[in-house]
């Protein structure tokens, strides 16, 4: 079509510059020559569109148009027969064009866009009719060559005008794009028509001749440029297209036009004639058949609607769970009658709310991340959200929605809850919960605080309702949590209470749950509770645990101190059980609570009552085949209890700073012991946490070795890992320390977090491995090659690795043939009293030679 473009251009200038009637023979020959290569060209585009009959149809009419032009050939001295020849080709330009319609834009619109078309034709006919009559201020008969030939192009021209509009408002995007490049094209080809048919009137003058080569080259590029942009295969178009409207409003306001030209027509001239009055006519008709066809669909439309509609609440209705529809706004816009049956008649009331307004405020931030969540997979598999909302008679309900997220469904655009009812089926004793607390609230979460707490169990203690009481312990937390951690804490525990059930804020990394039942309700929902803290789920990327301890308002002691320090109690249990753990009060837990208050009593008395000593437990060189050091051990004869094992009381003494009193005294004595006697020996002291902390350790260090006379190598201080972590001023502390020439150990390695890697660049000399390391060391062959790396990796560190708690032969012969060197066990040395240690210390070199003969 370009080439055909050029061709044409070209020809009709070279024509132009020809006397008559050489140019008319010129410019007849040049258009052949143009419509026949724009055929040829189309053909070739066609197989590359997406729709290539369209292009092929195109290419054919364009060609009946060129055969048409030229038998004007032989008709020289007029364009007009030329023109007249032309149309038939243009008016097959119509259906390809209509063929650009999607088939569903089709079939959806069919009556209404034949309706409109018709219409529209109808109008622009008469417009132009009316336009020429009072223009020229004759009427148009079919008398001359030349009206003939101007009611043809008008036809034409009006024909292919609203074909092209109806095609464009019908269609969507790029298709939209191509259908208006090709109408602009045909627009542009059959106005060089008429330019032609008016050249002949002005006798060939050249203005139109050149101004017929533009336009003409111009309209066959832009088919060309149709023809080329056309990828993609039209889509149905939306209801909502703005064009759409603009088509179903132009045809009204083309024949709003006419009737106005018409109407100044008859009051100029005085008469309406034949032609004018007929096409009038028709169009008043077309019109009310374009009506009636929009009330029909549109009614059509809203039966489809209304069916869908009540199709969709039939599904739902009979859906076993309860269901909430939300549009994007989470407003609600529907609830199933089996909605209604959960939270009363305030379901109704419902409709039109926030769904978050529905909610506990606690429960709002958590509701509204579940529900605008990203979608990850299907919809139809949906996420859940918990939250609690209140039936009519002032409960809380904990309801679980199943979320199905549609918004993206053009057919929905909802999100669909489907509800269940989580809370206990039996109704709640507003005992505990509904009565509001007495005592003041915690600012962070807003939950009742623990004056409120012991304000409230006062007031249950006087009834007889029977009540449980979960004390949650948080741990992980750091000294003083941020206000939003609390709050998400708060938002997880309350989501798995039921009705009747109340959180409150007990302290800083606690919370406490009155639990509306006996002991084993309590127990049920600690497990949950303690459930919502799970430790790989990080709370404000904080890596959190919680615990719980339980107990009841039962039999006698209802007494709210004593109520409180039973859970307390259980809650301690639980912590040392480990994280997630969950502790029921008892007997036992009261016994040996009992028993850790009298011994935290006594405990600073004992060093003045003298019932604390030391003894010492031999480290045995397997290479030297001697004991180099021993370790110092603390025990406690207690008057009443007898021996207290220092696993029991050290901890109680963790509590105060009289541990840092004892540590004083143990590196004392310890040294002393060891410096009195005749054998070169270290001495390992155990040096507690908040001993390191306090800041006094170095000292106290320097006054030990100064009063001993024990030279600072033969000192070592053991240190658990957890010390070692700590701040920097501890491990600026332990570097001065072994300036001196003290030694620093790593106790119980194993048990912690730690790994060897981090040891790497900490002031530490020795590695303690903890009994647990030889655990099934013996049967196992791969616990006993990760024992040999470890031991391996320690030693090449620059490390002096000690195993500790070598019971049997075969562990010792196991470390042997693994190379290893520095051992410590009930196998060859129990912890000795002062006196019999010499002796203790000679007699290993025989207990090793029996231990590794046996
Ligand atoms: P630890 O520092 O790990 O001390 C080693 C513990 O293992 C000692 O228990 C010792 O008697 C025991 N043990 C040694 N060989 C064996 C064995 O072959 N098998 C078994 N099952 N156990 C063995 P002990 O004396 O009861 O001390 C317990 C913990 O109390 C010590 O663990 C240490 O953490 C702490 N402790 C003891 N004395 C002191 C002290 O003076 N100050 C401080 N801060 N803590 C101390
Ligand atoms: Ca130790
Ligand atoms: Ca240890």
């Not at 397997?622 to 370790?631: F, G, H, I, K, P």
């Not at 020795?766 to 990796?793: G, I, Y």
């Not at 470390?815 to 912890?831: E, K």
């Amino acid at each position: 079509m370009a080439t055909g473009a050029v061709v044409l251009s070209a020809g009709i200038v070279v024509s132009a510059t020809q006397p008559a009637p050489l140019s008319e023979v010129g410019v007849a020959l040049f258009s052949v020559l143009a419509f026949l290569g724009g055929a040829v060209l189309a053909r070739a585009a066609a197989r590359r569109s997406c729709h290539p009959g369209v292009w092929g149809w195109y290419a054919g009419a364009l060609l009946v148009a060129g055969a048409g032009a030229a038998l004007a050939l032989h008709t020289p001295g007029s364009t007009v027969p030329m023109t007249v020849g032309a149309l038939p080709g243009m008016l097959l330009t119509v259906p390809p064009l209509l063929r650009l319609i999607p088939v569903g834009t089709w079939r959806r619109l069919r009556a209404q866009l034949v309706t409109s078309l018709l219409l529209f034709l109808d109008a622009c006919l008469l417009c132009a009719l009316a336009t020429f009559e009072l223009v020229s201020g004759r009427s148009l008969g079919l008398t001359t060559l030349f009206d003939v030939t101007l009611v043809a192009l008008g036809a034409t021209l009006a024909l292919l005008t609203a074909m092209g509009l109806l095609v464009v408002a019908s269609t969507s995007g790029a298709l939209r794009r191509v259908a208006v490049l090709a109408l602009s094209g045909q627009v542009a080809i059959t106005g060089a028509l008429v330019l032609m048919a008016f050249s002949d009137e002005q006798d060939a003058a050249t203005p139109p001749l050149v101004a017929t080569a533009v336009a003409a080259t111009l309209g066959l590029a832009l088919l060309v440029g149709a023809a080329l942009q056309d990828h993609t295969p039209g889509e149905p178009l939306a209801e909502d297209d703005p064009l759409s409207f603009a088509a179903a409003v132009l045809p009204h306001l083309t024949a709003l036009a006419a009737g106005c030209l018409l109407l100044s027509g008859v009051l100029v001239t005085g008469a309406l004639d034949v032609a004018q009055t007929v096409l009038g006519g028709v169009g008043l008709v077309l019109l009310a058949a374009h009506q009636t066809v929009s009330w029909r669909d549109s009614r059509d439309l809203t039966r489809t609607l209304q069916r869908s509609q009540a199709y969709f609440r039939a599904v739902v209705r009979s859906a076993v769970d309860p269901v909430v529809i939300l549009d994007g706004d989470l407003a609600i816009t529907w609830t199933s009658p089996g909605f209604g049956d959960i939270i009363g008649r305030s379901a109704e009331r419902l409709v039109g709310r926030d769904v978050r307004t529905a909610v506990h405020p606690d429960d709002r931030p958590a509701l509204t991340a579940a529900l605008l969540a990203p979608q990850v997979g299907a919809p139809r598999e949906g996420r859940t959200a918990t939250a609690r909302v209140r039936h009519d008679d002032g409960r809380w309900l904990l309801l679980q929605a199943r979320v199905r997220d549609l918004r993206q469904d053009p057919a929905v655009g909802a999100l669909v809850l489907h509800c269940r009812d989580l809370t206990r089926a039996t109704p709640a004793r507003p005992a505990v919960a509904d009565a509001l607390p007495l005592g003041g609230s915690d600012p962070e979460t807003g939950l009742p605080d623990r004056s409120a707490l012991v304000a409230r169990l006062a007031e249950l203690a006087r009834g007889g309702a029977e009540v449980g009481l979960v004390k949650i312990g948080i741990g992980g937390l750091p000294d003083d949590p941020a206000a939003d951690v609390a709050r998400d804490l708060a938002g997880r525990l309350s989501r798995v209470l039921r009705t009747g059930d109340r959180l409150l804020r007990s302290g800083p990394a606690e919370f406490a749950v009155l639990v509306d039942g006996g002991i084993s309700d309590a127990e049920t929902l600690a497990e949950r509770l303690v459930g919502a803290v799970p430790a790989d789920a990080p709370v404000h990327g904080l890596r959190l645990t919680a615990c719980a301890g339980i107990t009841a308002l039962e039999g006698s002691d209802r007494e709210p101190v004593a109520v409180l320090r039973r859970a307390s109690m259980a809650l301690d249990s639980a912590r040392g059980a480990g994280p997630g753990r969950v502790r029921r009060h008892s007997v036992a837990l009261l016994i040996a609570q009992n028993r850790r208050e009298a011994l935290r009593t006594d405990l600073a008395l004992a060093l003045a009552r003298d019932e604390l000593r030391l003894v010492y437990q031999p480290v045995v060189d397997l290479a030297l085949q001697r004991v180099t050091s021993v370790e110092a051990l603390l025990r406690w004869q207690h008057p009443t209890w007898g021996a207290v094992s220092p696993a029991e009381f050290v901890p109680l003494a963790e509590e105060s700073a009289l541990v840092t009193t004892l540590g004083r005294w143990v590196m004392r004595t310890a040294t002393a012991a060891v410096a009195g006697l005749d054998a070169d020996l270290c001495v390992a002291v155990n040096v507690s946490a908040r001993h390191v902390r306090s800041g006094e350790l170095l000292g106290d260090v320097s006054e030990a070795l100064a009063a001993s006379g024990l030279p600072p190598e033969r000192l070592v201080l053991e240190l658990t890992e957890s010390v070692l972590l700590d701040e920097a001023h501890v491990t600026d502390e332990l570097a001065a320390l072994r300036r001196l020439g003290v030694r620093i150990a790593v106790d119980d390695f194993g048990t912690g977090w730690s790994s060897l890697a981090y040891l790497v660049g900490l002031p530490v000399d020795v590695l303690k491995m903890d009994r647990a390391f030889l655990a099934s060391v013996e049967t196992d062959p791969r616990h006993q090659a990760l024992c040999r790396s470890v031991l391996h990796l320690g030693t090449s560190l620059g490390l002096d690795v000690v195993v500790e708690g070598v019971e049997t032969p075969r562990e010792l012969q196991l470390l042997r043939d693994m190379g290893h060197r520095f051992v410590q066990g009930f196998l060859l040395a129990r912890p000795t009293e002062l006196p019999a240690l010499p002796g203790a210390v000679q007699a290993v070199p025989a207990a090793l030679a029996q231990g590794a003969a046996r």
